[in-house]
């Protein structure tokens, strides 16, 4: 197929003519530029919802992927050099894909949350120990690996429980700790959002009231209380935040199941006696 203007290569009016399929759907918005100085292609892409940015064309490759995956079209990027012969390829592919009704593996690889690290796992054939919550695995169990931000170095690989929550407009208590968990093993700062603080706070709601009150005075707690109160995010560092979870684990509202490693107890029914309270 002859080259259309602007285009220089056809890698580029491949992945042009899908995202004009996409912006006609409502997918998207784009345009496109390209750089004389230094030989590149840009592409400039704007999704529902986010702001315009702009893209070198493998990255917007990987967007009109995952867009394509999500919508059930089957298609693929012509790959390096791009030229006539390597879209010829690429558009034989395509058609063999569709004729079958199947979509290409390489979409489901998406960069942003592939399917294979946060839903499917592996299957543990050796025993080992969560690096989140300290619990043991043993053959047979699932494991996920979760994405390189979240996960320790040393063993990417946590237990079922301890998979990184989807979703997490309104975590459970448990969810904040399993947030907490990773960014306290992981080195991140432990910043809470509103729904984060008010799990935290509902722990004081279980103490007896003169723990409670001295709980109040500690730096961590002042910052949860003000955060509370102008429905903010709240951000403690970790030392503030782990001297807080240490008065939870004196009482029993929380346990501590390694280091810097907590789980909350099972929830108390109203009429129960709370330890130490």
Known sequence: MALKKPYHIHRQMHLGDFL??????????????????????????????KQRKRYFIK???????????????????????????RYQQTQEKIAALRSAGTLPPAAQGSKERSPFIERVGIV???????????????????????????????????????????????PTLEDVFIKLNHRNNTGRTPGLNRHDVAHLLSLHDKLAPETAADLRDMPGSIKLWNAY???????????????????????GLIRRVGR????????????????GR
């Open 20 to 49: 004009d399929e996409l912006a006609a759907q409502g997918s998207l918005e784009w345009t496109w530029e390209y750089d004389q100085e230094n030989h590149k292609a840009l592409f400039h892409i704007t999704e529902p919802g």
């Open 59 to 85: 990255s917007a490759e990987d967007i009109a992927s995952r867009l394509a995956y999500q919508k059930g079209i089957a298609w693929l990027p012509v790959p390096h050099p791009g030229n006539e012969d």
């Open 124 to 170: 543990a054939k050796y025993s080992g120990v969560c690096p989140i919550c300290g619990s043991q695995t043993v053959p047979g169990d699932r494991l996920f690996k979760l994405p390189a931000d979240r996960r320790s170095a040393r063993n990417p690989w946590v237990c079922a429980g301890c998979r990184y929550p989807e979703n997490r407009t309104e």
């Open 229 to 251: 109160t102008e429905n903010v995010s709240a951000n403690l560092s970790r030392a503030e935040l782990l001297d807080l979870l240490e008065e939870f684990v004196r009482p």
């Open 260 to 275: 810097n490693r907590y789980l909350p107890v099972v929830s108390f029914p109203d009429d129960q006696d709370i330890p």
